[in-house]
């Protein structure tokens, strides 16, 4: 929506400032630096913060005090750096399809920050894949809803198990996926040839292979994910005792997570030339 009318806002500075519910220094730069000088709305910032009039979110964030709004936890990441995407499991709140709400909100920026805490959440920034910078790609599967960039189910769950410290654990990220209302398995697929990191087919398949039927994880997109799998071993979560061997994905999983829900069956062949039962992944 456009807030200007002939490049004039519509609003007095002092009054926009007391009603937002999230504005930086540059916004209100942007808004009224045409009649406003930089050094007046620094000084007039600095006035109403002291008044108690507007709140300090973090260096150059501020809230409004008479703000009516609910705070939008989702909406703060991009004050804090304008390239801001929401990311792995904060993405999935984002979407609705999360078990549980954390206490952490993640998000992707090119430059780093300091943990921010605010309303008792921390906002926490981490780099994009490198393969993605290099390749331009860092925007791929990222959609903007409400004027907030996010990842999209398909990219979170990928990334989830590229970085399984901000999943929120397997098992919590199994629980998102019985969530998912459908799934774009092209676009999985291409996200992780961008990524070029072989064990991720693994991971991204078996925990498709759990939800297969729900999500019509047909033989037609596991094979292509197969096809991909490294031939040597990989482990859903860290290397420990205990795990149990899933042979259809040369994969070591947790024993809470190997068995499947539910899969189809038929046989695959990778591209060794070897072949396998596709769905019988349930342990020996």
Same mark, same amino acid.
């Given at each position: 929506?456009?807030?200007?009318?002939?490049?004039?806002?519509?609003?007095?500075?002092?009054?926009?400032?007391?009603?937002?519910?999230?504005?930086?220094?540059?916004?209100?730069?942007?808004?009224?630096?045409?009649?406003?000088?930089? $050094?007046?709305?620094?000084?007039?910032?600095? $006035?109403?913060?002291?008044?108690?009039?507007?709140?300090?979110?973090?260096?150059?964030?501020?809230?409004?005090?008479?703000?009516?709004?609910?705070?939008?936890?989702?909406?703060?990441?991009?004050?804090?750096?304008?390239?801001?995407?929401?990311?792995?499991?904060? !993405?999935?709140?984002?979407?609705?399809?999360?078990?549980?709400?954390?206490?952490?909100?993640?998000?992707?920026?090119?430059?780093?920050? $300091?943990?921010?805490?605010?309303?008792?959440?921390?906002?926490?920034?981490? !780099?994009?894949?490198?393969?993605?910078?290099?390749?331009?790609?860092?925007?791929?599967?990222?959609?903007?809803?409400?004027?907030?960039?996010?990842?999209?189910?398909?990219?979170?769950?990928?990334?989830?198990?590229?970085?399984?410290?901000?999943?929120?654990?397997?098992?919590?990220?199994?629980?998102?996926? !019985?969530?998912?209302?459908?799934?774009?398995?092209?676009?999985?697929?291409?996200?992780?040839?961008?990524?070029?990191?072989?064990?991720?087919?693994?991971?991204?398949?078996?925990?498709?292979?759990?939800?297969?039927?729900?999500?019509?994880?047909?033989?037609?997109?596991?094979?292509?994910?197969?096809? $991909?799998?490294?031939?040597?071993?990989?482990?859903?979560?860290?290397?420990?005792?205990?795990?149990?061997?899933?042979?259809?994905?040369?994969?070591? !999983?947790?024993?809470?997570?190997?068995?499947?829900?539910?899969?189809?069956?038929?046989?695959?062949?990778?591209?060794?030339?070897?072949?396998?039962?596709?769905?019988?992944?349930?342990?020996?």
């Amino acid at each position: 929506m456009n807030i200007y009318e002939n490049n004039t806002p519509t609003t007095p500075l002092v009054r926009y400032a007391e009603a937002a519910p999230l504005f930086t220094l540059d916004d209100l730069r942007r808004r009224y630096g045409n009649r406003t000088s930089d $050094r007046s709305i620094s000084d007039l910032v600095y $006035r109403l913060k002291r008044q108690g009039r507007i709140r300090a979110v973090s260096a150059g964030v501020y809230t409004g005090g008479l703000s009516s709004a609910p705070f939008n936890r989702f909406a703060l990441p991009a004050k804090l750096r304008p390239d801001a995407v929401i990311a792995f499991h904060s !993405a999935l709140e984002f979407a609705g399809v999360a078990n549980q709400v954390f206490q952490v909100t993640y998000y992707l920026s090119h430059r780093p920050r $300091r943990d921010v805490v605010y309303d008792g959440v921390t906002f926490h920034q981490a !780099a994009p894949f490198r393969r993605l910078l290099r390749a331009k790609r860092a925007d791929f599967l990222v959609e903007t809803q409400g004027g907030i960039r996010a990842t999209t189910r398909e990219r979170s769950l990928v990334d989830c198990l590229a970085s399984l410290e901000y999943s929120g654990g397997l098992e919590e990220l199994d629980r998102c996926l !019985a969530m998912f209302p459908s799934f774009d398995f092209e676009a999985a697929f291409e996200y992780l040839r961008l990524l070029r990191r072989p064990w991720l087919y693994s991971r991204v398949g078996y925990m498709l292979d759990r939800h297969a039927e729900k999500l019509y994880f047909l033989p037609k997109y596991r094979d292509k994910f197969l096809r $991909r799998a490294p031939r040597g071993v990989v482990y859903l979560e860290k290397k420990e005792a205990g795990q149990r061997w899933i042979p259809t994905w040369n994969l070591m !999983a947790p024993s809470a997570l190997a068995s499947l829900v539910h899969c189809f069956f038929r046989t695959a062949s990778r591209a060794d030339g070897s072949h396998v039962q596709v769905g019988a992944s349930d342990p020996l």
